[in-house]
């Protein structure tokens, strides 16, 4: 199983024009889920893995395995003023990304995600709403910087190989086809 952990961050200092360049914290686990050989959830699993694994399970149900990553343990935290302590929102979120046919831009993400915390006294709901629904749009755009700080190489390399062995099999790869 390949796991990566992302941390993109940076260090929240005020710039040289007065403009903060912390806005947004994205913390996450990846796991290509291309790379899950098994379905079974062992039998002396703890309860929190066996809703990790079950939550896997059904994004490969509905999304499949190819070009699909399953982020979990994962955190966005928009801050809202320069004070540390006052004026941020913390989710915690879980689900999939999926990217173009070859792995170079996010295209999309089911993510179930949850206020964890808040430090700001003037939140109402319909701004919860609309933070929730912005992580959506920060994840996508934090794992095209993701993809792009990776070994972009590596992945053309990997997707140049599949498109030989389908080539080599006359357009078909997988068991007996």
Same mark, same amino acid.
């Given at each position: 199983?390949?796991?990566?952990?992302?941390?993109?961050? %940076?260090?929240?200092? +005020?710039?040289?024009?007065?403009?903060?360049?912390?806005?947004?914290?994205?913390?996450?686990?990846?796991?290509?889920?291309?790379?899950?050989?098994? !379905?079974?959830?062992?039998?002396?699993?703890?309860?929190?893995?066996?809703?990790?694994? *079950?939550?896997?399970?059904?994004?490969?149900?509905?999304?499949? %395995?190819?070009? %699909?990553?399953?982020?979990?343990?994962?955190?966005?935290?928009?801050?809202?003023?320069?004070?540390?302590?006052?004026?941020?929102?913390?989710?915690?979120? /879980?689900?999939?990304?999926?990217?173009?046919?070859?792995?170079?831009?996010? !295209?999309?993400?089911?993510?179930?995600?949850?206020?964890?915390?808040?430090?700001?006294?003037?939140?109402?709901?319909?701004?919860?709403?609309?933070?929730?629904?912005? +992580? *959506?749009?920060?994840?996508?755009?934090?794992? /095209?910087?993701?993809?792009?700080?990776?070994?972009? *190489?590596?992945?053309?390399?990997? !997707?140049?190989?599949?498109?030989?062995?389908? /080539?080599?099999?006359?357009?078909?790869?997988? !068991?007996?086809?």
């Amino acid at each position: 199983m390949i796991v990566e952990r992302v941390i993109a961050e %940076s260090k929240g200092r +005020v710039a040289g024009d007065g403009t903060m360049n912390r806005f947004v914290e994205i913390v996450f686990d990846c796991l290509p889920l291309r790379s899950i050989g098994r !379905m079974d959830i062992p039998i002396d699993a703890s309860p929190k893995y066996r809703q990790r694994c *079950q939550r896997i399970k059904d994004q490969l149900e509905t999304h499949g %395995s190819h070009n %699909s990553y399953y982020l979990y343990n994962a955190l966005c935290i928009f801050h809202l003023t320069n004070e540390n302590d006052l004026g941020h929102l913390e989710f915690q979120f /879980d689900g999939t990304v999926l990217t173009d046919a070859n792995d170079q831009r996010t !295209m999309h993400a089911d993510l179930a995600v949850k206020l964890l915390r808040e430090t700001c006294d003037w939140l109402t709901a319909p701004v919860v709403t609309w933070f929730t629904e912005t +992580v *959506q749009r920060a994840v996508l755009v934090e794992f /095209d910087r993701y993809i792009a700080a990776g070994d972009l *190489q590596q992945t053309l390399e990997r !997707m140049a190989k599949l498109q030989a062995k389908a /080539d080599d099999a006359g357009g078909y790869v997988g !068991m007996y086809l």
